[in-house]
């Protein structure tokens, strides 16, 4: 008896909210039309690498810019730049800053 008084308080009630009445249909076609709004993103972070060589860590930085343009940079503890990458819909540049490199060339799908 003990465990079930225990469940019932424990768990909690759903109301109906106004969320509920909201057909799915609308919902889709608010999402869309806030999509279209949205012209670029930007991403931030810290990126691990381990290697039986050495183990470090990073910081990355990723911007997307609608319909089809991408910026990747990564740079190593205190701010050292490692490599950039710029991706559009023709073509593609990677710098390899370390090595002092680019790659460049068509982008293909």
Request: a negative charge; glycine letters at 4%.
């Amino acid at each position: 008896m003990l465990p079930l008084i225990f469940i019932i308080a424990c768990s909690a009630l759903r109301e109906n909210t106004e969320l509920d009445k909201i057909p799915v249909k609308e919902i889709k076609q608010k999402v869309n039309e806030h999509f279209n709004k949205i012209e670029s993103l930007e991403a931030y972070g810290t990126i691990a690498f381990d290697s039986p060589e050495m183990s470090n860590s990073g910081y990355i930085e990723i911007r997307v810019k609608k319909p089809d343009s991408v910026l990747v940079k990564i740079e190593g503890p205190f701010g050292i730049d490692i490599a950039n990458a710029l991706i559009t819909r023709t073509d593609f540049i990677y710098y390899n800053v370390q090595d002092n490199k680019v790659i460049m060339g068509p982008t293909s799908i």
